[in-house]
């Protein structure tokens, strides 16, 4: 018996080496350990052994089914890794194809520029007020120091509905309304973004529609250094920690002083380039400190209080900013123009 | 205003500080210069020569040689080809090696076989605007007045060795339209003294009195408030001296005659017009100022006839209006080469008249530019003397004595206090006494201390706008140097910076739309009748009322304010599609205009808006899918997103509606839920497929929604609920409706007849098919159940499905689908 056994294993192990499909494998299994294989076949006899040769003949017949079972697991191993490669070569997919990309759509440069502005502003402590964009003669010049027949009306020639009422043509009547509804209390914070018009033919420079960001504070002592304070933390939270401003005296019936602001050219650094005109600078803001009377008509004491405003061109900053050359196409909305403004 | 830098030289030294240097410390200090030309844009060796003979060119018709004496010595042969060229004449020659504007160098030539040695040149040779010149000196070689010395570079007998700064001015600094504003100013800035003209003292006294001659009368003092006129007897008209043409063409005004150039160049050195009348043809020797009379007539010195009306300001004499007070001439009392007597004019007119009459007549002038920014009344009469005294010089007039006037020179200075305390705590700055002190005498103000650190501050009378002692503050501050004021932070309570509730929702809503693939718009909010007109319904509660209008229009299309937004967005989708992006998804958000008024007495009612709009594809085709058409799902479905996001599913409802524009089967009103009711907040559908044809599009959804109402009902609270512990119960249904049955309407009263255990109801098929009958539908829906606090049972379920088909039998006459 134990000669059988022995042959047993001789021959299931050499057929178990010709061996090339997993089916194949499956049968020999069946054949040699199944409940009817040859192994239980010879097992069969076991009955007719003495008391002493059985647990001998036992251990043999355990170590031929381990022997076989060894290799049959080794075999179906084999197999199985051959299956899943086999598998995995078969789902191969071409990974330089176009992703499927989500529809996109992306607010409008200006509205982008806008935000950053008021982001910089809210995070300074200011409110964001805004105001009709069809006003009366008096919010948008006389209480701002222009009385009628003032010359300097003529800066900004205006689209009239009738006598009284026109578009605005500036951003700060907000600033009025905003210190009328303080009613007095200090201190006033605000920026006034918003649409404005002038009777301007367009061009690649104008626009009769553009817009503004205007800022006011008032105080019990505010100072013009603080305006320059103010508007160098705006510039370097825009353009960087390395940006500088430069105030020139100028005109505006609503502040008193006035100046021009140019900032470091961004483009250049300040070395000079075609963008600044080789100056090294750019001029983007107006500003000065709240004219008495301006004070007066927003409600406040000129002798108790003192103010800064100063003001921006939202479409200028654009350009600036992103080298367009054409105002025209903020209003255009092709979206080949409006794609171009994704990244953060 | 354009400043010639040798001009300014006659008031202040002006050594050390070149033209480019000056232009930055002008600027710095508040006047802007825009650039710094000079006059020489590249002329060399050109020198003044006299045109000794001319002969005819023996080969050319047209040109001819010459002699010139150019004081090089020997005469030079200069062939030329100018027609005014003749002999004794003495004109601007190029001499071999001389350069010209453009890099044109001058060699010894052969001009059809005969020997050039140089060049006869015209004023635009020399790169002079000839614009100014008279016909005759722009066609030909520029000619130069008689006594010009032979040889002398002709850059300093034109005066070409000259900067112009280019002034651009604020209307705060009028007083710098006259070159002795300027001087004032640079005097300012630099600390040195000025020398100034004074033309009293160089009268003579010719023994024989104007008013003798001439009276003058004012009949409206409040538009002139002083009238000052001269008698001069004899001047003989002629051209004026090459210097003063000089620097006339160098301030851009052109020299017409010695009398007429004298008026212009006081004007310009004094900030003052002036005008001269040919005094023969005055009647009556009388002048007298008044408003124009209805239907009055003036034929002004442009030849053309003026239609007068009585806001307008005349100077008239006994029997005729001579002249618009302030802004031109009349050709009745002109100045001509017959001219023997002046009246001299020197007034002081109101600026607002002179503005509103100089743009009725489009009639502005360097005069009237000024009267608009009102003169300076302390040199009216000093202006006179000036060109008096001139017109005694250059014109050999004899001045008779005395001014003629009327009205009053003098008016009321403007005296302002300050304190040094004030000013540096206004600019923040630590400026000291004495600087302060320095300052007001740089700018020639008079001050008189009223106590130790405080001053009584006289303002001249040139400079305007003086009114607070900002204005004086400000003085100090650009004297002082806008860089020398320190940058500090606002000192007091920290503030906080916040959006507003709607302001926030408008960033929530763009932010959530592009996310969603549309890009915002932006569109002009003065539009064409015919586009405000497109959906009435959209009309705000206004229903009917007119757009409105721009009382002066630029042009058709932009000549009323935007009443609804979605017009604009059609116009930018066909835009889109003209240029092949066929796909196109926008939105905007903007105000409307509305206002029941047909003649505006109070501010129209301005609502903010959005406006959505999809046409083409929603998701382009790609390798691996087929495009998705937009459709009108998509419209709504991104409303939904919204309206999700802003905690208003459950209150916003949608109902099918026909406005006028849409398509009739494929809009929704949508309505909104409020505390005091349901209002009405726009629509979404798609357009009418005759407006969609009308723009050029294919199929194109749309929407319009109020914000307002959004902004009052948006809830923005979270609540946490607790996750679901029992499980649900899923019962699918399928039913047969009429096709005219909304799905809504099954889902919401499925929701009423289910009761507590419904959790969820939605539909998720519709079908139709011959199989159905034409006008039948099968709506497949899917409910789901379930209990807070325990496991449901079947027959609970059951029992509550049961109510549903019973309800919807009911209502709909529905048949459950097996």
């Known amino acids: 018996m134990k000669e059988r056994l022995e042959g047993l294993r001789g021959e299931a192990l050499e057929r178990l080496k010709e061996v090339s499909d997993p089916n194949q494998l499956n049968e020999l299994k069946v054949h040699y350990l199944g409940k009817k294989g040859q192994l239980t076949e010879i097992l069969r006899g076991m009955g007719a052994l003495s008391a002493e040769e059985r647990p001998l003949i036992g251990q043999v017949a355990n170590d031929v089914r381990a022997a076989i079972e060894a290799v049959i697991a080794e075999k179906q191993e084999a197999f199985d890794r051959e299956e899943t490669a086999r598998r995995l070569r078969s789902e191969t997919i071409d990974v330089t194809l176009p992703g499927k990309k989500p529809s996109e759509g992306l607010i409008h440069p200006l509205t982008k520029v806008t935000q950053e502005i008021e982001d910089i502003f809210i995070g300074m402590g200011y409110q964001v007020a805004e105001g009709p964009e069809v006003e009366t003669d008096f919010y948008n010049f006389e209480a701002l120091n222009l009385p009628k027949n003032h010359p300097a009306r003529d800066m900004q020639d205006s689209f009239y509905l009738t006598d009284d009422i026109l578009l605005r043509t500036h951003t700060s009547p907000v600033q009025i309304r905003a210190m009328r509804a303080a009613n007095g209390q200090t201190p006033l914070k605000v920026i006034c973004p918003g649409k404005v018009y002038r009777r301007d033919d367009d061009d690649a420079t104008h626009s009769f529609m553009f817009h503004q960001i205007e800022g006011i504070v008032v105080g019990p002592n505010i100072r013009m250094s603080d305006l320059k304070g103010t508007l160098l933390q705006f510039v370097q939270a825009m353009y960087g920690p390395e940006t500088?401003?430069?105030?020139?005296?100028?005109?505006?019936?609503?502040?008193?002083?006035?100046?021009?602001?140019?900032?470091?050219?961004?483009?250049?650094?300040?070395?000079?380039?075609?963008?600044?005109?080789?100056?090294?600078?750019?001029?983007?803001?107006?500003?000065?400190?709240?004219?008495?009377?301006?004070?007066?008509?927003?409600?406040?004491?000129?002798?108790?209080?003192?103010?800064?405003?100063?003001g921006m061109g939202v479409e200028r900053i654009a350009l600036l900013k992103y080298d367009i050359d054409d105002i025209r196409h903020f209003y255009n909305n092709d979206i080949r123009f409006l794609g171009q403004f994704a990244r953060m | 205003m354009n400043v010639s830098y040798k001009w300014l030289q006659d008031y202040i030294d002006l050594s050390g500080i070149e033209p480019a240097k000056l232009a930055e410390m002008m600027t710095r200090g508040g006047i802007e210069i825009d650039s710094v030309p000079s006059r020489n844009l590249g002329v060399t060796q050109v020198v003044a020569g006299l045109v000794k003979t001319k002969e005819k060119h023996p080969d050319a018709d047209k040109l001819s040689v010459c002699t010139v004496d150019a004081g090089t010595g020997e005469d030079l042969q200069i062939v030329c080809g100018a027609p005014n060229v003749a002999a004794g004449l003495k004109v601007p020659v190029a001499i071999i090696g001389a350069e010209l504007p453009g890099g044109f160098k001058i060699k010894r030539a052969k001009l059809r076989g005969v020997e050039s040695q140089g060049m006869l040149c015209s004023a635009k040779e020399l790169g002079i605007n000839d614009k100014?010149?008279?016909?005759e000196q722009q066609e030909g070689l520029y000619i130069l007045p008689a006594d010009t010395e032979i040889g002398r570079d002709i850059l300093e007998v034109l005066a070409l060795d000259d900067s112009i700064l280019e002034l651009d001015l604020t209307p705060n600094r009028s007083d710098c339209l006259s070159m002795l504003g300027v001087a004032y100013e640079t005097s300012a800035l630099t600390g040195r003294p000025l020398t100034l003209p004074n033309p009293a003292m160089e009268l003579v006294s010719s023994g024989e009195w104007a008013a003798d001659r001439l009276k003058v009368s004012i009949g409206n003092p409040e538009l002139c408030a002083?009238?000052?006129?001269?008698?001069?007897?004899?001047?003989?008209?002629?051209?004026?001296?090459?210097?003063m043409q000089n620097r006339l063409i160098a301030a851009?005004?052109?020299?017409?005659?010695?009398?007429?150039?004298?008026?212009?160049?006081?004007?310009?050195?004094?900030?003052?017009?002036?005008?001269?009348?040919?005094?023969a043809k005055v009647a009556g020797g009388a002048i007298h100022v008044r408003p124009a009379r209805e239907g009055e007539i003036l034929v002004t010195l442009d030849g053309k006839e003026r239609n007068l009306e009585p806001h307008m300001l005349l100077i008239t004499d006994a029997e005729k209006p001579i002249a618009l007070a302030g802004v031109m001439g009349g050709l009745n009392s002109e100045v001509t080469d017959d001219t023997v007597d002046i009246i001299l004019e020197s007034a002081r007119f109101d600026g607002g008249s002179v503005r509103r009459t100089s743009r009725q007549l489009g009639l502005r002038s360097e005069a009237s530019a000024r009267f608009e920014k009102e003169v300076d009344p302390g040199r009216v009469l000093e202006a006179l003397d000036r060109a008096a005294v001139l017109m005694a010089k250059y014109a050999g007039g004899e001045v008779l004595d005395g001014v003629v006037e009327a009205g009053a020179a003098n008016v009321e200075p403007v005296v302002l206090k300050i304190g040094l305390e004030r000013i540096n705590k206004f600019l923040g700055t630590e400026i000291s006494l004495s600087e302060v002190e320095t300052i007001w005498s740089r700018l020639g103000f008079h001050t008189v201390k009223t106590a130790d650190e405080e001053w009584q501050v006289t303002v001249p009378s040139r400079r305007n706008g003086f009114n607070h002692d900002v204005d004086l503050i400000e003085e100090v501050a650009r004297l002082h140097g806008y860089d020398e004021i320190p940058t500090t932070l606002i000192e007091g309570p920290t503030t906080i910076g916040a959006l507003t509730k709607s302001q926030t929702i408008r960033r929530e809503l763009r932010k959530l739309l592009s996310s969603a693939g549309v890009y915002e718009a932006i569109c002009y909010n003065v539009v064409s009748p015919a586009r405000a007109a497109l959906f009435p319904n959209l009309n705000g509660s206004l229903e009917g009322a007119k757009p409105?209008?721009?009382?002066?229009?630029?042009?058709?299309?932009?000549?009323?304010?935007?009443?609804v937004l979605l017009p604009s967005l059609l116009e930018a989708a066909a835009y889109n599609q003209a240029r092949k992006t066929n796909d196109v998804a926008l939105f905007e958000i903007a105000n409307v205009f509305h206002s029941a008024e047909t003649t505006l007495t109070k501010l129209p009612s301005e609502k903010t808006r959005l406006a959505l709009l999809l046409t083409g594809n929603r998701a382009a085709s790609a390798w691996n899918r087929a495009a998705v058409k937009a459709d009108f799902y998509d419209a709504k479905g991104i409303l939904d997103l919204l309206f999700e996001r802003f905690g208003l599913t459950d209150r916003i409802s949608y109902k099918a509606a026909q406005p006028e524009n849409f398509h009739p089967g494929r809009t929704a009103e949508l309505t909104l839920e409020l505390a005091n009711g349901s209002r009405s907040i726009g629509y979404v559908g798609q357009l009418h497929p005759d407006l969609q044809r009308e723009f050029d599009l294919g199929d194109t959804f749309v929407a319009e929604l109020e914000l307002a109402e959004l902004y009052e009902a948006v809830d923005a609270t979270i609540k946490y609920r607790t996750l679901p512990r029992y499980p649900s119960v899923a019962r699918d249904l399928a039913v047969v409706v009429g096709t005219e049955v909304a799905g809504g309407a099954l889902v919401a009263a499925i929701k009423e007849a289910a009761g507590e255990l419904l959790e969820s109801a939605e539909v998720f098929d519709v079908y139709t098919g011959e199989r159905l009958g034409a006008d039948k539908k099968s709506v497949a829906l899917s409910t789901v159940y379930r209990h807070p606090e325990r496991t449901l049972t079947d027959e609970e379920v059951t029992e509550a499905h049961n109510r549903v088909l019973t309800k919807l039998e009911q209502s709909f006459g529905a048949e459950l689908r097996k």
């Open chain 2, 548 to 563: 409105i209008p721009l009382a002066m229009p630029m042009s058709e299309e932009r000549s009323v304010l935007r009443t």
């Open chain 2, 226 to 243: 002083h009238y000052s006129a001269r008698y001069i007897r004899g001047v003989k008209i002629g051209p004026s001296p090459l210097w």
């Open chain 2, 252 to 279: 851009g005004v052109r020299p017409i005659s010695n009398i007429v150039d004298i008026t212009n160049y006081v004007m310009l050195e004094y900030g003052q017009p002036l005008h001269a009348f040919d005094a």
């Open chain 1, 244 to 310: 500088q401003i430069r105030l020139r005296p100028s005109f505006f019936p609503f502040t008193e002083p006035s100046a021009e602001v140019d900032v470091t050219c961004a483009q250049c650094g300040g070395h000079g380039c075609r963008m600044c005109k080789h100056t090294g600078w750019i001029e983007i803001l107006g500003c000065g400190m709240v004219h008495p009377k301006v004070l007066e008509y927003g409600g406040y004491d000129p002798k108790e209080v003192t103010g800064f405003a100063f």
């Open chain 2, 132 to 135: 100014l010149l008279p016909k």
